[in-house]
């Protein structure tokens, strides 16, 4: 019988096994996630998930291309699924899903590479390293000899031992994360490179420790951006295939929650004193990612100090302490308060709350009603009591566009029912699940004309700049109580060091 390694390289075929469990997870969101929050998503197996795929500026996409370039590859699309960020998986239904992952990589028998999507934050109720424990499972379940790639989300939280696991590993390097599709192709090549013989790859990871909030991680400037750059310039060196930093995600009250230095790299080549090297420019660089961020009453009064200059419409405002991608609630309301409290009477749109009862009574009354409701303060109030509003229902969605901005561009989107409340020149976006306006298609989809809008109040983070940005006049960043603030110091965590979330002395 041939040995692992002689019998991939005699195979006329090569067979690729691919799955994804992307998810990252909050440990002050109270919400759990359930298997229904991934169905409702993105939840594909089989010849299915690559017409689901096609055309995204998705990892999953560029596996399709992947695989249209490469017919003498078999790919083989395992579960694939993901939920929007928000509390801890339950665990019963994130065992389901590990475990049907697992079982399809033993049922599938002889496979030659393995590419796991994953996210690198995901938590359980019970299960703080769901990755580690996936990968681990996966590993034990295939021949030693056949490589495995995994991806990450640059908000990785990454056990050290997830290097020993893996033969290649990449992470994003944009935030916004608009290179989805470019980060799969480059573990995808690294891995037929593997496959092929050509490299003889391994990872090796380095805990950084601090855990930044990920407000001033953006990569168009600021410190993220110049750890990226100096990540590229160490991948010129011999040797080093991959450079990827790491920042973890700052909400995940798990052990493994830090920032980490990630190095692909021949197995022949020491890379110790490269990574040492980046993990202490990370440091020095944790005071740079601290935001020094107005509360809403101020932020709104700089928003409508940029108007009154003649910034073009819309300004945003943006809410990222219950940005749902950060595990907010889409419930809070200490910037719709403040708003209401305001004497702006410009056109104006807040998004969102999420509440599917106030949607359900929408929807029930129909377009021109008039509704009296509670609205926001109903999962968490300690973030802010609900407000009582009254409002005319002006216009029903199904919930349901395709992204047309440049994060996952094609994807398919089900935000449920919507409904767009309308008081005077206010407008306010209610829907039935929590998920950020970070794309234009939301706005066409709310007959939101954003010319037409002075300001733009909206729970989201950096991602909503990606398409965002370029649109409006101005970008606002407010720090208003919720799940997700820039105060890390504020939060009750249980296994990150204090000292990780504050910038050491120098001597």
């Known amino acids: 019988?041939?040995?692992?390694?002689?019998?991939?390289?005699l195979r006329a075929r090569h067979r690729l096994a691919v799955a994804r469990l992307w998810y990252e997870g909050s440990s002050f969101n109270p919400v759990p996630r359930r298997l229904a929050d991934f169905a409702g998503r993105e939840w594909v197996k089989g010849a299915s998930a690559a017409s689901h795929y096609?055309?995204?500026?998705?990892?999953?996409?560029?596996?399709?291309?992947?695989?249209?370039?490469?017919?003498?590859?078999d790919v083989a699309f395992l579960r694939c699924t993901s939920a929007i960020p928000g509390g801890p998986v339950a665990q019963a239904d994130l065992d389901k899903i590990i475990d049907e992952i697992v079982c399809d990589v033993v049922a599938g028998g002889d496979w030659d590479a393995l590419?796991?999507?994953?996210?690198?934050?995901?938590?359980g109720t019970e299960d703080l390293s769901p990755d580690l424990t996936l990968l681990r499972r996966v590993r034990t379940a295939i021949d030693p000899k056949v490589p495995l790639a995994a991806s990450f989300d640059m908000h990785a939280c990454l056990n050290p031992e997830v290097g020993d696991l893996v033969d290649v590993l990449t992470g994003y390097r944009s935030y916004p994360h608009v290179d989805m599709h470019e980060t799969a192709c480059r573990a995808l090549t690294l891995l037929k490179?593997?496959?092929?013989?050509?490299?003889d790859?391994?990872?090796?990871?380095?805990?950084?420790?601090?855990?930044?909030?990920?407000?001033?991680?953006?990569?168009?400037?600021?410190?993220?951006?110049?750890?990226?750059?100096?990540?590229?310039?160490?991948?010129?060196?011999?040797?080093?295939?991959?450079?990827?930093?790491?920042?973890?995600?700052?909400?995940?009250?798990?052990?493994?929650?830090?920032?980490?230095?990630?190095?692909?790299?021949?197995?022949?080549?020491?890379?110790?004193?490269?990574?040492?090297?980046?993990?202490?420019?990370?440091?020095?660089?944790?005071?740079?990612?601290?935001?020094?961020?107005?509360?809403?009453?101020?932020?709104?009064?700089?928003?409508?100090?940029?108007?009154?200059?003649?910034?073009?419409?819309?300004?945003a405002v943006v809410d990222p302490a219950d940005n749902p991608l950060s595990g907010g609630l889409g419930d809070t309301t200490g910037l719709f308060r403040a708003l209401l409290a305001s004497t702006c009477d410009l056109p104006t749109?807040?998004?969102?709350?999420?509440?599917?009862?106030?949607?359900?009574?929408?929807?029930?009354?129909?377009?021109?009603?008039?509704?009296?409701?509670?609205?926001?303060?109903?999962?968490?109030?300690?973030?802010?009591a609900p407000v009582r509003f009254s409002a005319v229902v002006e216009r029903l969605t199904d919930g349901r566009f395709r992204n047309s901005g440049p994060m996952e561009r094609g994807v398919e989107v089900n935000l449920g029912r919507t409904a767009v409340l309308r008081r005077d020149n206010l407008r306010v976006v209610v829907s039935e699940t929590c998920e950020s306006a970070n794309d234009p298609?939301?706005?066409?989809?709310?007959?939101?004309?954003?010319?037409?809008?002075?300001?733009?109040?909206?729970?989201?983070?950096?991602?909503?700049?990606?398409?965002?940005?370029?649109?409006c006049g101005a970008v606002v960043t407010v720090d208003s109580p919720g799940p997700a603030p820039a105060d890390l110091?504020?939060?009750?965590?249980?296994?990150?060091?204090?000292?990780?979330?504050?910038p050491r002395k120098e001597p």
């Open 193 to 199: 490179r593997r496959v092929l013989g050509e490299i």
């Open 349 to 384: 749109v807040f998004a969102f709350f999420h509440d599917p009862e106030v949607v359900d009574r929408a929807h029930a009354a129909g377009a021109g009603a008039e509704l009296h409701v509670d609205i926001g303060g109903r999962i968490a109030p300690a973030f802010g």
């Open 201 to 315: 790859s391994r990872v090796t990871l380095l805990p950084v420790p601090m855990l930044p909030p990920s407000h001033e991680m953006r990569t168009d400037a600021g410190p993220m951006a110049e750890m990226v750059d100096l990540a590229a310039k160490a991948e010129h060196r011999p040797g080093i295939y991959a450079a990827t930093v790491f920042g973890g995600f700052a909400y995940a009250d798990t052990p493994d929650a830090h920032a980490t230095i990630c190095l692909c790299h021949d197995r022949s080549v020491d890379v110790g004193s490269v990574a040492q090297t980046l993990a202490g420019e990370f440091l020095a660089r944790h005071a740079a990612f601290l935001p020094d961020l107005p509360g809403p009453e101020q932020g709104l009064e700089r928003a409508r100090r940029h108007l009154a200059e003649g910034a073009r419409w819309p300004v």
């Open 54 to 73: 096609a055309g995204t500026a998705t990892e999953m996409g560029a596996v399709v291309d992947f695989a249209d370039a490469h017919p003498d590859w």
């Open 115 to 123: 590419y796991l999507s994953l996210h690198g934050a995901l938590i």
């Open 1 to 9: 019988m041939l040995s692992g390694e002689r019998r991939l390289t």
């Open 441 to 471: 298609a939301w706005c066409v989809l709310h007959g939101i004309e954003l010319a037409d809008t002075a300001l733009f109040c909206v729970k989201a983070k950096n991602h909503f700049r990606a398409a965002f940005g370029p649109l």
């Open 489 to 502: 110091q504020s939060l009750p965590y249980r296994h990150v060091p204090a000292h990780y979330l504050t």
